[in-house]
C-alpha cells in the first residue's frame, strides 16, 4: 500500500499533542497545592483523576474502532479532551479539576488506541517499526517541551513589563493568582486545531490483522484467567506506576527538601527527566541489538534504583542530576515489558494489547499512595514506595519466558554458522 506521508505527519502530531498535555501535571503540582491549598493526598488524585481514565476506556476504545472508524473516534475523543480543558479553564477549582482531567483522560486513552493501528497503514506495514520508534521520540520531544512552555506562561505572565502580545491578552482571561491556568486555554486551542484538521482530512482505510483486533468481552474473561496475562498485567503497571510516581512528585520534592523554585528548576528537571528518557530510548534501540532484552531490563531497573536513591538521600545538586538519570534508565522499561508481553502469547494480541494498557492505570494509583504517605511520614518516605514497583520489574528480566525471543547480533551470527 503506498504510504500516506499527511497521515503519518498527523499521527506524529497527536502524539505530540498527547504528551504535551498528559506529562504537565507534575510541573505544575506545586502551584496547584498552593493555589487550592491542598494536602499531599489531595494533590495526588489530579493525576489519578487522569490516569484512572486509561482504567475505564482502554478496553471498550478498542471496541468502538471496531465498530466505527479511526477518523469519527479521533474526533470524538479530541471533543471529549476539549471539553475538559474548557471546563478547567473557565471555573478553575479543585473539584472541577478533578472532573476535568478526567475528561481529558477519556479523550487520551481513546487516541492512544485508534493511532497505532492507523499509523501501521499510513507508513506501510514494512516501516511500522520505525514509525513507532520515532512516535515515541516525537512524544519524548513534546514531554520535553511543556515544562519550559509552562515556565515561560507562568514567569511572563506574573511580569507586569511584558511585550509579548500573545501573553497581553491571555492575562485579559486568567485570574491573577492562578496564572498556570493559562495552559488549559492553550491546550484547548490546540485541540480545537487538531479537531479542524482532522475534519478535513482522508484517511485510509485500516484493515487489522486477526491477532489486532479487539476480541469480545469474552476473549477478555479468557485472557484474565491466565497467569501471563496477569504477570505482565502487573508488570506496565509497575512501570508507568514508577513513570509517573517520580514524575509527577520531582518538582514537589525538589521545593520540599532543597527549597528549588518549582517553575524554574524544578520545570526544567522534569524537562529533563522526559529528555534523558526520550535519549535513553535510542541507546535502547542500539543495546536491543545486541543483547537479550531481559538482561537490558534488569541493567536499566537497577540504575534506576540507584539513581533513585542517590535522588532521595544525596545533596539538592545531586538530585538535579540523579531525577532526570532515573528518567534514563527508565527510558527502554516500557517497549521491553510490552514485548516481552505479546511474545510470551500466540494469540489475541489485540485483545492482550488492551489489557496491557489498561495497566496505565497505575499512573492513577502510585500518585495517590505517595502523597497519602507522604502526608503520614514525609514525601521522601512516601517516594520509597517507588522501590516495590521498581523491584518488580527488575523480577521480570528472571521470570519472563518469551515464546520469541529479540534477536541480536550474536543470535544472526550462530544462524549463518548452522548453515555452513
Not at 87 to 93: G, H, I, M
Not at 156 to 169: M, Y
Not at 300 to 322: C, Q, V
Request: aromatic share 16%; with cysteine; hydrophobic share 55%.
Amino acid at each position: 500500500m503506498k504510504r500516506n506521508y499527511f497521515i503519518v505527519g498527523l499521527i506524529f502530531l497527536t502524539f505530540f499533542v498527547i504528551s504535551l498535555i498528559t506529562n504537565i501535571l507534575g510541573p505544575i503540582i506545586p502551584d496547584i497545592i498552593s493555589s487550592f491549598n491542598l494536602s499531599l493526598t489531595l494533590a495526588a488524585f489530579l493525576p489519578f483523576s487522569f490516569f484512572i481514565a486509561y482504567g475505564v476506556m482502554s478496553i471498550p476504545a478498542g471496541i468502538l474502532l471496531e465498530k466505527y472508524s479511526e477518523k469519527p473516534v479521533m474526533i470524538g475523543a479530541f471533543m471529549v479532551s476539549l471539553l475538559g480543558a474548557l471546563f478547567f479553564s473557565l471555573f478553575p477549582s479543585y473539584i472541577v479539576a478533578l472532573i476535568s482531567l478526567f475528561l481529558i483522560g477519556i479523550g487520551i486513552a481513546i487516541l492512544q488506541v485508534a493511532i497505532n493501528p492507523l499509523l501501521r497503514v499510513a507508513g506501510g506495514e514494512e516501516h511500522f517499526a520505525f514509525n513507532s520508534v520515532m512516535a515515541q521520540l516525537v512524544f519524548g520531544g513534546a514531554s520535553f517541551i511543556s515544562p519550559y512552555i509552562y515556565s515561560y506562561l507562568v514567569i511572563n505572565l506574573k511580569s507586569d513589563n511584558v511585550n509579548d502580545v500573545i501573553i497581553n491578552i491571555i492575562k485579559k482571561f486568567i485570574p491573577n493568582n492562578l496564572p498556570w491556568i493559562s495552559l488549559y486555554y492553550l491546550f484547548f486551542i490546540v485541540i480545537l486545531l487538531m479537531i479542524i484538521t482532522i475534519s478535513f482530512s482522508k484517511f485510509p482505510t485500516v484493515v487489522k490483522k486477526e491477532d489486532e483486533k479487539a476480541g469480545t468481552w469474552d476473549t477478555h474473561k479468557k485472557l484474565f484467567k491466565n497467569k501471563t496475562v496477569i504477570l505482565f498485567f502487573l508488570g506496565i503497571f509497575a512501570y508507568v506506576s514508577t513513570e509517573q510516581g517520580v514524575s509527577n512528585w520531582i518538582s514537589q520534592f525538589l521545593k520540599t527538601y532543597h527549597g528549588y523554585d518549582p517553575q524554574t528548576v524544578g520545570a526544567s528537571v522534569v524537562s529533563s527527566f522526559w529528555g534523558l528518557m526520550t535519549i535513553g530510548c535510542i541507546l535502547g534501540l542500539v543495546l536491543l541489538k545486541i543483547i537479550d532484552s531481559r538482561k537490558v531490563l534488569i541493567i536499566f531497573s537497577l540504575a534506576a534504583m540507584i539513581f533513585l536513591g542517590l535522588a532521595f538521600f544525596g545533596s539538592g545538586e545531586m538530585a538535579l542530576f540523579a531525577f532526570p538519570a532515573v528518567g534514563f534508565s527508565a527510558s527502554v522499561m516500557w517497549s521491553i515489558i510490552f514485548s516481552l508481553a505479546l511474545n510470551s502469547l500466540d494469540s489475541h494480541h489485540g485483545s492482550f494489547s488492551g489489557i496491557l494498557c489498561t495497566g496505565i492505570i497505575g499512573g492513577a494509583l502510585m500518585p495517590v499512595i505517595i502523597g497519602w504517605l507522604g502526608d503520614l511520614f514525609g514525601l521522601r518516605t512516601g517516594m520509597l514506595f517507588l522501590y516495590i514497583p521498581l523491584g518488580y520489574i527488575f523480577s521480570i528480566g528472571f521470570w519472563a519466558k518469551p515464546i520469541i525471543v529479540n534477536e541480536t547480533i550474536k543470535i544472526k551470527k550462530s544462524k549463518k554458522k548452522d548453515n555452513i
